[in-house]
């Protein structure tokens, strides 16, 4: 059924209606900002709202009605995660160890949604400093799922998990550096796309700069590539993005995307170097996943890329990460980080330094272990939540071991890779909760993943969520 609602609405709906003087760019915002109203107290997808979106929604109105929309997004509603800088606002981080001082300039990706046109709602929660999966800061507190209050949106972009699911606009920024943007899509019955490393710049880096992605969640897979055509510009603020696309017509990721999975050879995956946990459920979602594939034409079979143990490779990565983070705090201030985060940081602080060129040559290995896999097979099908959202109040124990059991299990060897890998929404678990699957493809072939993702998604319609 289509939705009335402007606040319903796809980025691709909203932009016809706009064209067609069927609906203004004021109208739009103004529905999304009574979702806001009645869900976000509770939901608390928010670190800060921008108080001049409804000026900017207003400008954008203006140049529809004048027949000059100045970008391909122009008054469409999106949110930024609290670990990008929106200029004039703080990038908190999710953390009390930061200032509130406002950022002087935009992020790449948000300089790419604002020159498409995009109206800024505001910032979206995020873990502290992005670093773990379940949904709450010490800054903001917790973060809760549109479909179930008592349950987790995941992280590390919680936020923007939450604002996809409640309707709180249909494009939103998130970060990925071991599944922080395909575990709350997952949870959150969204598409989250981690992009190629490098394919959408980034600067200041975080934490997690050599296998971090910014990267779009949206509800549809036509919004995602969408948002990742006006993301994906060359910065050269970023000494490690791609350049432009030339292969892409217009720079539109949208080109193609129809195209199908008819001839494509699909690998459905089961083991990363290790045996990822997977409830009865999930199994049952990725199996039928692979069988809708196989009914659009695809040649799907199991098979193991055989890569190396990925778990400690990327516990090092991960460790050292946060060591470093951590040694850049006040002394002072330390006491109010994350517990969890310090336990982490404590555990891998000692490294050598041998020890972590090791883990780099490994994370290598399996970069090339995958190349190699990708010239027999076009598409990689995984799951990509052990489970459905877990309850949003439970607590963080043993955070290295939940990684791999609990949290990221099937995500971060596609940052350790660098290749683009999408979450998509496949339906609901008995308790009516979003299940999802992983589509990946090599690395530069975001089109590949991209239409997979968009196969899967014809086939598999997926309800929006009504918050109680």
């Given at each position: 059924m289509t939705p009335t609602d402007p606040a319903l609405m796809s980025a691709e709906t909203l932009l016809g209606l706009y064209a067609r003087r069927a609906l203004s760019p004021v109208e739009t915002l103004q529905a999304v900002l009574r979702r806001v109203t009645l869900y976000n107290p509770w939901v608390n997808a928010f670190a800060v709202m921008n108080p001049r979106a409804l000026q900017q929604a207003g400008e954008s109105e203006a140049r529809w009605m004048a027949g000059r929309p100045i970008g391909p997004l122009d008054g469409v509603p999106a949110t930024v995660k609290d670990l990008l800088n929106l200029a004039g606002f703080p990038t908190r981080r999710g953390s009390k160890t930061t200032e509130a001082v406002p950022a002087a300039e935009d992020a790449p990706a948000v300089l790419g949604l604002k020159e498409a046109g995009a109206v800024i709602l505001g910032k979206t929660t995020t873990t502290e400093f992005g670093w773990k999966s379940p949904g709450d800061c010490p800054l903001h507190g917790i973060t809760r799922n549109p479909w179930d209050r008592e349950r987790t949106v995941g992280g590390s972009s919680s936020g923007a998990g939450a604002a996809g699911a409640a309707c709180f606009g249909p494009l939103h920024i998130g970060t990925d550096a071991g599944g922080s943007i395909r575990i709350p899509a997952a949870f959150c019955g969204l598409v989250g796309m981690k992009p190629s490393f490098g394919r959408v710049p980034q600067w200041p880096l975080g934490a997690f700069?050599?296998?971090?992605?910014?990267?779009?969640?949206t509800r549809t897979v036509r919004d995602a590539a969408l948002m990742l055509s006006a993301m994906a510009r060359h910065d050269l603020r970023d000494p490690f993005c791609l350049p432009d696309v030339v292969s892409i017509p217009g720079g539109d990721w949208r080109q193609g995307i129809e195209g199908g999975v008819a001839g494509m050879r699909v690998a459905l995956v089961r083991r990363l170097g290790f045996e990822p946990p997977l409830d009865a459920e999930g199994e049952a979602?990725?199996?039928?996943?692979?069988?809708?594939?196989?009914?659009?034409?695809?040649?799907v079979e199991e098979a193991d890329p055989a890569l190396p143990d990925t778990r400690p490779i990327f516990g090092r990565v991960w460790g050292v990460a946060l060591a470093r983070l951590v040694a850049t705090i006040p002394p002072e201030k330390r006491a109010l980080l994350d517990a969890g985060l310090v336990e982490v940081a404590e555990r891998e602080?000692?490294?050598?330094?041998?020890?972590?060129?090791?883990?780099?040559?490994?994370?290598?290995?399996?970069?090339?272990?995958?190349?190699?896999?990708?010239?027999?097979?076009?598409?990689?099908?995984?799951?990509?939540?052990?489970?459905?959202?877990?309850?949003?109040?439970?607590?963080?124990?043993?955070?290295?071991?939940?990684?791999?059991?609990?949290?990221?299990?099937?995500t971060f060897a596609f940052n350790l890779t660098r290749q683009p890998a999408v979450s998509v929404p496949i339906g609901l678990d008995g308790h009516g909760m979003p299940r999802a699957v992983q589509v990946a493809a090599a690395l530069y072939r975001d089109d590949l993943a991209l239409r997979a993702a968009r196969a899967l998604e014809r086939a598999a319609e997926m309800p929006l969520a009504a918050p109680a």
């Open positions: 700069a050599g296998v971090a992605c910014a990267g779009p969640m979602v990725l199996a039928g996943a692979g069988r809708l594939l196989q009914e659009q034409g695809a040649i602080g000692g490294m050598l330094a041998t020890d972590f060129l090791g883990a780099e040559a490994l994370r290598i290995e399996a970069a090339h272990a995958m190349a190699r896999f990708h010239q027999r097979y076009d598409i990689l099908l995984t799951a990509a939540t052990p489970t459905a959202a877990f309850a949003a109040d439970q607590p963080t124990i043993r955070p290295t071991e939940a990684l791999w059991r609990d949290w990221a299990p099937w």
